[in-house]
Structures are given as structure tokens and as C-alpha cells.
């Protein structure tokens, strides 16, 4: 499962990334917000490279920005292979996404807690962030369906009486387990 969860996060995450940073290329084509170099700034703390306040590293805030989408979509194959799928397993992990951004934003200095944003920057910031966790899940859920079935978690589910697991009725004779 392991193996799996790996490329196939790597891939859907990958896809999420891509998904979310076309919307807020749209987004700021609407509004006029200027891009983000938090994630460069996140990036030059974390790995001890010198910043330079007037030069805005472009190639380091797209290391950063699609490096963490790739990696944290493992996390998201990792639960489609469970049985962790669909709607709600994809808004449990645009708060993870979240979660990880303010932690590094936050660790490092270069970020606020989102408490102290402006309501419109956090609107906007959670929208794409739930893109991004919308798009890694559909992937992800629909690689490891394909590779790995229903998932440990919802044939358990299948098992126990009153559960809705979603892989359709036990066969005859099968025992139902507690």
C-alpha cells in the first residue's frame, strides 16, 4: 500500500497543485492581487539560504509551493487507500493543507496566524487551498480505487451491522464481525 500511496500522492498532489495555481492566477487576474512569496520566504528560512528583501526568487516559491502540493498529496493517497474517500475525506484535508502552511508561515516568521488577516486574504486563501484539496482527493481517490479497491477501512465497514460502507452487500454466509 505503501509503494501506491506514494506515486500515486505524488501524482494527485501534483494535479491539485496545478489545479489551484490556475485558479489564483484567474483569481488575481479578477481582483488584482499580487503574488505570494511566502512560500520562497518559507523556503529560504527552512533550508538556511540568504534572502534578498528587493529579489523575489521565483524559482524557490514554485519549489516550495508545488514540492509541499506533491508531498502532502501523499498524505492524501495514504488515506483513499484506508477507504478515507470522497467529499468528506477531502474537506478533513483542506484543513491539513491548511494546517501545514501556517505551521511552516508560522514556524519560520515569515507568516501571521490567519486570526490576524484580513477576512477578504483568508476567504481567498481558503478557497484555494480547498481547490487544491478538492482536486488532490478526486485523483487520489480515483487511483486508488482503481488500484486498491474499497479500502481496509470500508470493508471493515462492510462487516459491521447498521454501517454504510459503500462496497455494497456481504455474501451469503459471511459473518458479520464485531
Not at 23 to 34: C, F, S
Not at 60 to 87: I, Y
Not at 133 to 153: C, E, K
Amino acid at each position: 500500500m505503501i509503494k501506491r500511496a506514494l506515486w500515486q500522492g505524488l501524482v494527485a498532489g501534483t494535479a491539485g497543485g496545478i489545479v489551484m495555481t490556475l485558479g489564483e492566477k484567474l483569481e488575481q487576474a479578477v481582483t488584482g492581487r499580487p503574488d505570494s512569496y511566502v512560500p520562497a520566504r518559507v523556503l529560504q528560512r527552512l533550508s538556511g539560504l540568504p534572502e534578498h528583501p528587493r529579489k523575489q526568487p521565483l524559482p524557490l516559491n514554485w519549489a516550495m509551493h508545488f514540492g509541499q502540493a506533491a508531498l502532502l498529496g501523499v498524505l492524501r493517497s495514504v488515506m483513499a487507500q484506508a477507504g478515507l474517500r470522497g467529499p468528506v475525506a477531502s474537506a478533513k484535508f483542506t484543513v491539513v493543507r491548511l494546517t501545514n502552511d501556517q505551521i511552516l508561515e508560522n514556524a519560520t516568521g515569515v507568516g501571521a496566524p490567519p486570526s490576524t488577516w484580513p477576512r477578504e486574504e483568508l476567504v481567498v486563501d481558503v478557497l484555494h487551498k480547498a481547490v487544491y484539496a478538492f482536486t488532490t482527493g478526486a485523483v487520489a481517490d480515483a487511483l486508488a480505487r482503481r488500484s486498491a479497491g474499497p479500502g481496509p477501512g470500508r470493508r471493515h465497514a462492510a462487516l459491521r451491522p447498521g454501517r454504510r460502507s459503500g462496497v455494497g452487500p456481504l455474501p451469503r454466509g459471511a459473518a458479520h464481525g464485531r
